[in-house]
């Protein structure tokens, strides 16, 4: 319990921390505001990735290579597949409405909305057959005497 006296409080409450995710997005705001910082956390991150690809063992260089091919395998077939929509419309180049990748959070999305469309359906559905079985031949279809 001695952790959770030492936790800040507001009105008596125990405040707390934030989450990573809650910090990170906060950070890059923060980079977005500031021109400078921006600059400069691109040229650590750079250096980072440069530093991280030089240490790496050669069992880690064909793992990196490998994924590194599968992405831009994928990469090319979205391209590819913006140009023809791009084509087909008429339009000079695809590249500015190509699709995105998705993220987590598009994925939640979309579940969320599949299973209320999903749930809906199946209600609707119970509904009618019920519904039918009332007219056929009284509730739930069995005759009445």
Do not use: H, W
């Not at 405040?15 to 650590?44: C, F, H, I, T």
């Amino acid at each position: 319990m001695q952790g959770l006296a030492s936790l800040p409080r507001v009105s008596g409450k125990i405040l707390q921390p934030l989450g990573g995710a809650v910090n990170m997005r906060k950070y890059r705001q923060r980079l977005k505001n500031d021109e400078s910082k921006l600059q400069e956390a691109k040229q650590a991150e750079k250096m980072r990735s440069r530093r991280r690809r030089q240490s790496m063992t050669e069992g880690d260089k064909l793992k990196y290579r490998e994924l590194s091919k599968i992405r831009m395998r994928r990469y090319r077939e979205r391209k590819k597949k913006c140009e023809a929509k791009a084509k087909k419309r008429g339009e000079i180049s695809g590249l500015e409405n190509r699709s995105k990748m998705t993220t987590r959070a598009d994925t939640q999305k979309f579940r969320s909305s599949y299973k209320n469309n999903v749930r809906k359906k199946e209600k609707l559905n119970v509904r009618n057959v019920l519904i039918c079985l009332q007219i056929k031949g009284g509730r739930y279809g069995m005759k009445t005497k």
